[in-house]
């Protein structure tokens, strides 16, 4: 009797210290048995950003209808459909819900209440009026920003080395976000002496056949197209008609598979990565409005070899060589 109270005991002790030991579980913090996440982006589930929260989720222990259940909405480009994806999660009761950009996080803030807010892709949470110190947020939101202030500049020498002639330029991005992004780059354009083109489209009306008979008009010898959500939804278009006129573009990392002559910036799977590690976080206790924003600037550039040929570009080898990928 007394033998089998003792293999009892042990029995109880070594599963309480398996508990302990769980993955994405750690001495003195707690994690719903199966925690509840929503996620929400105004893109398609096609981007990798998706897949990227996925698997930053899974490096930290959680496994998809095991302990975590992971509720994704995509808006595909239409910002009218954000209430009601936010009413959904609201009623499912989502511990914690995770954004992608500043739209989405803005329409996150005005349809749910007590519900942590997570979020990634946004260029200035300040500028923005996500947060308003990004060391100590205060509220219910936080999360990762890829903003490099350098990215203009370095997207527009990447241009100029592998055109060396360039004199006028043309920058894409969206009427419905912030304009820190196209107004950086146009500055720094500007810096550098070339002529600048900033087109701004709308959700509703892109009218991308408009937008490229003004480029033609404007003799633009290259297009940038900013890591903002209507213009990303609609990569693969933009894409396709700059080749058709045989215009050099360049696009954010995320949209590598549109077919654009270079993409080049801060990486936003890495942006979000670490959102998913502040999703952890806020599961296991922490506030929200106690995590600093953190800045996440690795970049990442990649070629499109077949593009380059379509439109009689020569990639330079400084920049091939430089290169993280080169695509057909």
Known sequence: MIQRSFSLLVAGFVFGLELALAPGVSAGQTTPATARVGFVAPQGRSLPLFSAFQQGLAELGYVEGKNIDIEARFAEGHYEQFPELFAELANLKVDVIAVTGAITARAATQAVSGIPIVFAVVVDPVADDLVSNTQRPGTNLTGTTSFDPQQAKKQLELLREVLPTIKRVAILGDQGVSPALINACKAQAT????????????????????????????????????????????????????????????????????????????????????????????????????????????YELVVNARTAREIDVIIPPSVLKRADRITE
Do not use: C, W
């Open 191 to 298: 810096a550098m002496g070339l002529e600048v083109l900033p087109i701004r489209v709308s959700a509703t009306n892109p009218h991308l056949e408009d937008v490229f008979a003004t480029l033609r008009e404007k003799h633009s010898q290259a297009l940038i197209v900013l890591e903002e959500p209507v213009v990303g939804v609609l990569a693969g278009d933009i894409a396709a008609l700059a080749s058709k006129d045989r215009l050099p573009t360049l696009f954010a990392p995320s949209r590598a598979a549109a077919g654009g002559l270079l993409t080049y910036g801060t990486s936003q799977v890495q942006s979000i990565r670490r959102m998913a590690a502040y999703v952890d976080k806020i599961l296991k206790g922490a506030r929200p409005g106690d995590l600093p924003v953190e800045r996440v600037t690795a």
